[in-house]
């Protein structure tokens, strides 16, 4: 069992940047890839980013390359989104999930077995 626990949203300015955190409970974080999602009013949770559980590969979705980097600190149980040059678009929810097919690298809701409860990120224009 993990539990994921996400901070570090808030309100900002087109062009800012905020970092998130991801804090894991369990020992078993190191096993897990950790994935990003992120939910908008009205639409459906989509994939923002992944990184693998070792750290050495990560993927993006096409709307924040260049723009968003993911990271993790095993020792620290933690995974990061650093977000810069952020955009009104970018408005929503974030979840930290962990998946226990590690070095899948997947995209997709249903491979993650654990999930956050999410915070909000708020971009002005």
């Known amino acids: 069992q993990v539990q994921l626990v996400e901070s570090g949203g808030g309100l900002v300015q087109a062009g800012e940047s905020l970092r998130l955190s991801c804090v894991a409970s369990g020992r078993t974080f190191t096993t897990y890839d950790m994935g990003w999602f992120r939910q908008a009013p009205g639409k459906e949770r989509e994939f923002v980013a992944v990184?693998?559980?070792?750290?050495?590969?990560?993927k993006y979705t096409d709307s924040v390359k260049g723009r968003f980097t993911v990271s993790r600190d095993n020792a620290k149980n933690t995974v990061f989104l650093q977000m810069n040059s952020l955009k009104p678009e970018d408005t929503a929810v974030y979840y930290c999930?962990?998946?226990?097919?590690?070095?899948?690298?997947?995209?997709?809701?249903?491979?993650?077995?654990?999930w956050g409860q999410g915070t909000q990120v708020t971009v002005s224009s």
């Open positions: 990184i693998s559980w070792i750290g050495g590969r990560t």
């Open positions: 999930a962990a998946d226990r097919q590690r070095g899948s690298l997947n995209t997709g809701i249903r491979d993650y077995d654990y």
